[in-house]
């Protein structure tokens, strides 16, 4: 059976926010939960972030995943098991992530927020 394409409008999607991070969903994540919403084949985690200026954001994966960091704007640092890579906006950077693994994600840059997609 083939799946038809379907395109989220940003307000039909999930968001969740702090005074300084914003995490817009196109799948379900954390409290965002719509029975319509599921994986797509593989692909199961689809977010837009904003992280504000020289804040970070510590995660703990809950499944098997291959990770990839797309900064659209700034450039994020991302800590994994002791090491630190750090990605501009138009490079990517891909983790294969297992159950339990955690990573943080900074935004150095003093005065702009960060700007990326997460997707796995």
């Known amino acids: 059976m083939t799946e038809i394409a379907q395109i989220f409008l940003a307000e039909q999607r999930g968001c ?4 300084w991070f914003r995490s817009i969903h196109s ?9 319509s919403r599921k994986p797509f084949g593989a692909l199961k985690l689809w977010n837009d972030e904003t ?6 954001l510590s995660l703990t994966v809950e499944e098997d995943i291959t990770l ?6 700034g450039g994020v640092e991302l800590k994994y ?5 750090f990605v501009a906006a138009g ?5 294969c992530l297992n159950v339990g693994a955690t990573y943080q ?7 702009n927020s960060l700007i990326f997609c997460r997707f796995g």
């Open 51 to 56: 992280l504000a200026a020289q804040k970070s």
């Open 16 to 19: 969740s926010e702090t005074a």
């Open 105 to 111: 994600i900074t935004n150095l840059i003093p005065t």
């Open 27 to 35: 799948f379900n994540f954390g409290n965002y939960q719509d029975p």
């Open 91 to 95: 490079q990517a950077l891909s983790l």
């Open 68 to 73: 990839v960091i797309l900064p659209i704007v």
């Open 81 to 85: 098991l002791g090491e630190s890579n």
